[in-house]
């Protein structure tokens, strides 16, 4: 029979505190191995965790840095680039105003080159006037110091025309005096000056061959035809007769007896006459009628006192100059005063009006 619990072990403090058994003051040894084992866990745990805290610490200052080093450079590149484009920035902005200026300079350039062409460059109807002009002063020219009417009238006549395509009642005038001085140079009797000269230069070529009268000889006479039966001795007293008549010959001529020329003064002769003849054609071109006519004549006449009037070259040469000595040649032409007079008012005119124009836009 079991015996029963003591009673000291009933009434135990811990009992009567009503704590678990071991619990209390003086527990058991394994109790507080385990406490100990669990604070060296806790313990292992806080210093690894500890350490791990540290290791990211450093690798997040250490990134931190990193960062902070990327960004200090990248903005110091900012700052360069900043820094570099705001240079860029001044440069172009005074490129800019230097090319503003030069485009206002060139502005002003380009309206004061426009006004000094408009009022250097001549208008379509100044042209048409300042070449009426030159043509009407060459004409003129021509006119006066070689007698050319043809030359002049050609001129008249374009100048007319190219009035003509201008529709300008201010024209009328002008075109009015070149018609006149038209009329007035178609009613010149036309002279072939030219065709006359050629003729000149014609007889002057022929000088050198014309033969002297001094070495003009009569043409023998034809012997008489004898019988076909005649005998021999009339032949040969009629053979003997010829001899002896050939030996004397006697010459009638109608004529003065030529002029004896002697050899060394042929060459001067010659020589005269072609001067004579050369002034002759001077005088031709310039158009004085007497001093022309004056040295054919001469030539004509030294023609048929020197040269053998029975050659043909001669007879040729003589009836030549003998034909431009008789041509009528004008004695007074015509003066384009009056055109160039028109002309030139008409210019005279154009040009006041311009500059009161041009005053009065000036004074505006």
């Known amino acids: ?12 403090p811990a009992n009567a505190a009503g704590l678990p058994p071991g619990a209390g003051p003086f527990a058991r040894p394994a109790s507080r191995g385990f406490v100990l084992l669990l604070a060296l866990a806790f313990a292992a745990a806080g210093t690894v965790a500890w350490f791990d805290m540290r290791d990211a610490q450093r690798s997040l200052r250490t990134e931190v840095a990193k960062r902070l080093t990327d960004a200090d450079t990248a903005l110091a590149q900012s700052k360069a680039r900043d820094s570099d484009l705001a240079n860029e920035l001044r440069e172009a902005q005074a490129k800019l105003a230097l090319l503003d200026t030069r485009l206002g300079e060139s502005q002003t350039q380009q309206a004061s080159l426009d006004a000094l062409y408009r009022e250097l460059a001549p208008s379509r109807d100044e042209l048409a006037l300042n070449e ?54 178609k009613s010149v009797p036309y002279v072939d000056v030219a065709g006359m000269s050629l003729k000149l230069d014609q007889v002057i070529g ?18 008489p035809t004898p019988p076909a039966d005649e005998p021999a001795w009339q032949r040969s007293l009629r053979d003997a007769w010829s001899e002896i008549k050939a030996l004397v010959r006697v010459e009638v001529s109608e004529r003065a007896a ?27 071109l310039s158009h004085d009628d007497g001093a022309f006519k004056s040295d054919a004549t001469a030539a004509n006449a030294w023609i048929k006192r020197y040269f053998d009037m029975r050659a043909k070259p001669v007879q040729t040469v003589s009836a ?45």
């Open 132 to 185: 009426v002009e030159q043509v009407l002063s060459l004409a003129s020219q021509q006119l006066a110091i070689a007698g050319n009417v043809q030359a002049a009238l050609a001129a008249l006549q374009l100048a007319d025309a190219k009035l003509s395509r201008y529709d300008r009642p201010q024209l009328v005038a002008l075109r009015r005096a070149l018609a006149r001085d038209i009329d007035k140079l």
């Open 1 to 12: 029979m079991d015996e029963p619990a003591p009673a000291s072990d009933a009434a135990s």
């Open 320 to 364: 030549t100059l003998t034909q431009l000595a008789a041509t009528p040649m004008p004695t007074e032409l015509p003066d384009l005063t009056a055109s160039l007079t028109a002309v030139r008012t008409l210019r005279a005119t154009r040009e006041r009006t311009a500059e009161r124009a041009a005053g009065a836009s000036a004074g505006r």
């Open 206 to 223: 022929t000088i050198d061959t014309l033969p002297l009268a001094k070495d003009e000889r009569l043409p023998a006479p034809a012997p």
């Open 258 to 284: 030529a002029p004896l020329v002697p050899p060394e003064q042929q060459y001067f002769l010659r020589e005269n006459l072609r001067l004579r003849l050369l002034t002759a054609r001077v005088a031709l």
